[in-house]
Each structure stands twice: as structure tokens, then as C-alpha cells.
């Protein structure tokens, strides 16, 4: 379903966030039975994007997109592209707030969550289950960003200094990080690497809960910078 069609918050692009996952059977092996929402330009295929430099409207400032030669996990010419072709054959149907009642929602399969209003997202975060939903946003930083994100989005930090700050500003925030255990107070490793929790049956990425550290992992982990980053405390 089609949850928000319009400008990106981030730089007035036209965007759109499309949940997919809606049927019950639908299970990603990590996250487990989560609906999870893509979010895309709408004129231009993800994985063009990203070429181009154009996917800043749906991924920021995230240092770690393909155009930066990051280290991101998703290549965007698999799911994300075929959920956008999909979008582009009108595919999907508009918003049915029914079908999201009690759902845990993955904000972000693919794009920051900061791209969308929040007012947009505000009537599927009230039908939703929130404490068991999930995201990630690098956008504290953005100029647009909306604190209010935060209700239900781990700040993403790419160093122990960045995560001090947004941990003192009252952010639950997400680390990746090259040894496990350079962890800072009150971190908590996910609990996908210790002990194979799902993101569904965890629930501790959702904004409020906890500080979560996860190990560098994906095809593109060797682009990362983050093991220089905690070598150097």
C-alpha cells in the first residue's frame, strides 16, 4: 500500500513510501513478520539513484550510501527496485489504515523515515504496534529534521562521540561497530547476533527501549570506516 505521496522533507523531491508485507505469511528471516516500507523517489529507479547522487532525497546525509562509496547492506536493485517498478505499473492500492491495526512496521527496508512528514505517518503510528516496530534515521543533523522521529527511530551513529551526543539529547541510538566489544555505557549488542532473536520477537530498535550495537555485516562491510573509527576510542 501506498502510505505517502509527496515532497521529501529532506529536499523537496517527490518521494513515496510503499508498505509491502501486509499479508500475514510474509517473514524476512531477520526481521521476522514485520511489514516493511520502502521509501523511494518516485521518477527514478533506486538503484539509478544512488548512481546518480539523487537517492540524498530519500537517504539524506547517510555517509554510508553506494554514491558516498559506503557501506550500506541493501542493494537497491533487487527489492527496492522491484517494489519502485511496481509502484510505476500502479501496483499498489492507497493507505487502508485496517491493514496496519497491531502490525510491527520495519520504517526503512529501504530510505530514512526522515524523508516522509511525520504528520504523513502519524494516523499508521497510532494504529500500529509501535513498541514492537522498528527504524533508523541519520538525519539528526539535517537542517528539516523532526525531533519527533525519535518516537519511534534509533538515531544511527557512526562514532562513539556521535553517540554520546544524541544518547545526551535523549535518543536511543544504533552502532555499528568493528570490534563488539568496544561498547559504550549502556549499550546493548542486538540481540540478532547473540542469541538469534528476530527484529520482531527483540523489539529493541524502536526508538524508546535501548542503545543497540550491531557488528559491521552485508556484502559491502569491508567499505566501512568504523573499525578505524573505534581503534581510535
Known amino acids: 500500500m501506498i502510505i505517502y505521496e509527496g515532497e521529501s522533507v529532506l529536499d523537496g523531491v517527490p518521494i513515496v513510501a510503499i508498505a509491502t508485507g501486509l499479508e500475514l505469511a510474509s517473514s524476512n528471516p531477520k526481521t521476522g513478520k514485520m511489514v516493511q516500507v520502502f521509501i523511494l523517489l518516485q521518477d527514478m529507479a533506486p538503484h539509478y539513484a544512488t548512481q546518480t547522487g539523487q537517492d540524498i532525497s530519500v537517504c539524506g546525509n547517510c555517509p554510508h550510501r553506494h554514491f558516498n562509496n559506503g557501506a550500506c547492506y541493501v542493494d537497491p536493485s533487487k527489492a527496492a527496485f522491484s517494489v519502485w517498478k511496481k509502484y ?113 520477537e527483540c523489539k529493541l530498535c524502536n526508538g524508546v527501549s535501548e542503545n543497540i550495537v550491531i557488528a559491521m555485516h552485508g556484502a559491502r562491510a569491508s567499505k566501512s570506516k568504523t573499525h578505524d573509527i573505534i581503534a581510535r576510542g
Open 88 to 200: 510505476k505499473n500502479g501496483g499498489y492500492a492507497d493507505i487502508d489504515l485496517d491493514a496496519f491495526q497491531g502490525r510491527a512496521i520495519r520504517w526503512g527496508a529501504y530510505g530514512d523515515p526522515a524523508a516522509i512528514p511525520f504528520n504523513a505517518l502519524l494516523p499508521v503510528l497510532d494504529v500500529s504496534d509501535l513498541d514492537g516496530s522498528t527504524g533508523y534515521t541519520h538525519q539528526l543533523n539535517h537542517i528539516n529534521f523532526d525531533y519527533r522521529i525519535g518516537m519511534f527511530c534509533q538515531v544511527s551513529a557512526d562514532t562513539p562521540k556521535q553517540a554520546i551526543k544524541a544518547q545526551s539529547m535523549g535518543y536511543k541510538t544504533f552502532r555499528v561497530v568493528g570490534d563488539i566489544n568496544a561498547l559504550l555505557p549502556e549499550e546493548t549488542v542486538c540481540l540478532n547476533t547473540t542469541i538469534e532473536l528476530t527484529c520482531a
